[in-house]
């Protein structure tokens, strides 16, 4: 099976995970639980969103945990950034990446947005211009690329379309991202390989949703066609808020441990990781949907169990 | 992407699902069970195991089962059958298919059935042949095919061995099993090109654990190797007896949405499957780990509650 060597794991677990939690968390916990992922040998991190507190409370610490997580060299942490007031934030807190976002389909981009997508496109050009000036990397997301919630299937041509929209700005990496988790390989394979026949592959990642449990076989499918930045959250964080007990992103866990058992390369320490959730899901204060997560906690408290009884 | 027109489903929920269960369920329940995933199209099931009821005493009833579920044409019922005393049984049960199963590592045949694997071998003949002279099909699982419990990894050479051992006996169908839930597409990928190199796939079935949420990665590439069937749970049933909290089965639910979703027939109505899944949830006395079903039973909920606030 033709894989890449090395992938790039680009988690979003402390703002895609946490902004769907219902309790507001503290900055101190946030903090620690990025220098934990930092520790694991994560390199990619997202780790807030520079968005109204009005629109998202849960992360309206965004400059204090900008300014309190350790910066070491080699790791990429990015911020999400809706606009240009944001963007002014984000600068003044230090970021030096960030993240815009928009939808493949008018009826999400709107409810999510407020604009429709030509205005979206224009309302980048105030973000990704200046923060490019500013000596930022840009990366963008573009959601429902595989399905949106209201309009159902998302017309391929329009990803293409998108991408090098995106692309003509500046942004250097383009998530194409399956916000519903409808998305299945054969899908991925026919959307990424129209999307890769105008735009280099290296400009690209994939975030998958494993609501209907999918995202791995979707990451496959992705790799094979030389993707090498894959979106995920520690633990499976972030569930669905939509539907209680659905899980929703890809938990880090489960796609490091595949890639790591197929011999391709992530940087991360699973063990230290797995460490990282066990302690964020106590700061939560609930379980993750990681299967990985679960069979691994499963497993050590059945070796425990094993030393308590010699021990007795 | 080179799929298969159409998949068998190998529904094993009512067996390798109920076995694992705390409880032992009410015969009528099964029964029920077994009816209701007939009426959702399911076309090959293994409704119990004619195993000794020291054994697995939540099968103890395998004969009422054999006797009360209703047998429709086109519909194949298995039972699994670990000797000849079994056979008798499953006969005198009017079974008309039968499964026999081993290791393809040798610890884990000598604790599971405490024989050799050469002696399992021997004592197949005693099962397999007379058998196939009462005019019964015989369905094999090569367990632990992709990495043992005991002996981490297997040799993919003995899983071909063994698969040629077993097509020489007569065995119709052999399920190359991941016994743990640790096979990865690329491992899958090999580990079959050698056993479908000297083996027809027509004859394969692939049955994948979802410990890890790597099953439905792993059947797409087995599918794209031309494999027409696929072992699963409804609901994912069957739990996994060693890691509380871990996933066991392969869900059906789940691998049918991705089929379906990707144009792959398995004739399976996916309502009527999920409405079987949440009666078997309820007899059972607790949530089944399917994401699908999770996701669709959240979303059920959502609409109720929607309808309830308008009502009111």
Redesign the interface.
Known sequence: ?K?PPEVTIYEVGPRDGLQNEARTLPTADKIRFIDALVAAGVKAIEITSFVSPKWIPQLADNAEVARGVARPAGVRMSALVPNRRGLDTALASGMKEIAVFMSASETHNKKNVNKTIPETLAAFEEVVGPARAAGLQVRAYLSTAFGCPYEGEVDPQRVVDLTGRLADMGVFQISISDTI??A????V??VLTRVIAKHPVSALAVHFH?????A??N???AMQLGITTIDSAAGGLGG?P??????GNL?TE?VV??LH???VKTGIDLDKLVEASRSASTFIGH?LP???L??H???Q??ARRRAEQQGS
């Open positions: 099976m894989l988790g409808v299945n390989p054969a899908q394979e026919d494993d609501t209907q449990g999918t791995l076989a990451c496959v499918t669905c939509y539907a209680p007990g659905a899980s938990a489960d441990a595949m058992s197929m011999g379980e990681s299967k990985y679960k069979a906690l499963g497993k408290a059945r």
